[in-house]
């Protein structure tokens, strides 16, 4: 079994910061592109950032010049940290990751339970 476990969820300031954490364990053969998306109420979930297991990021407008998607490898992490933070950002935040159990097995799209993120005025 593959578990994604999100952390660093909370309450913050309109214009302050939250970094968040998500880490893969279980039998894992490999990790593709690794990312973050969250939903808010009554809206779709949608895409904040992801990352390639090379290093490649990718950024939801929104997102960019204020949060900054990374990964280690070897810890099986991906990390988003996000400044500014605006009203708009509250939501729960979902990491994802496309994994590999075996190398002869597809890959597939692996969920975490999610983090709740609330930014005040």
């Known amino acids: 079994q593959v578990h994604l476990v999100e952390s660093g969820g909370g309450l913050v300031q309109a214009g302050g910061s939250l970094g968040l954490s998500c880490a893969a364990s279980g039998t894992i053969f490999s990790i593709n592109a690794m990312g973050w998306y969250r939903q808010a109420p009554g809206k779709q979930r949608e895409l904040v950032a992801s990352?390639?297991?090379?290093?490649?990021?990718n950024y939801a407008d929104s997102a960019k010049g204020r949060f900054t998607i990374s990964r280690d490898n070897a810890k099986n992490t991906v990390y988003l940290q996000m400044n500014s933070l605006k009203p708009e950002d509250t939501a729960v935040y979902y990491c994802?990751?496309?994994?590999?159990?075996?190398?002869?097995?597809?890959?597939?799209?692996?969920w975490g339970q999610g983090t709740q993120v609330t930014v005040s005025s």
């Open positions: 990352v390639t297991t090379a290093g490649r990021t």
């Open positions: 994802n990751a496309f994994i590999k159990v075996v190398i002869s097995s597809p890959g597939y799209n692996y």
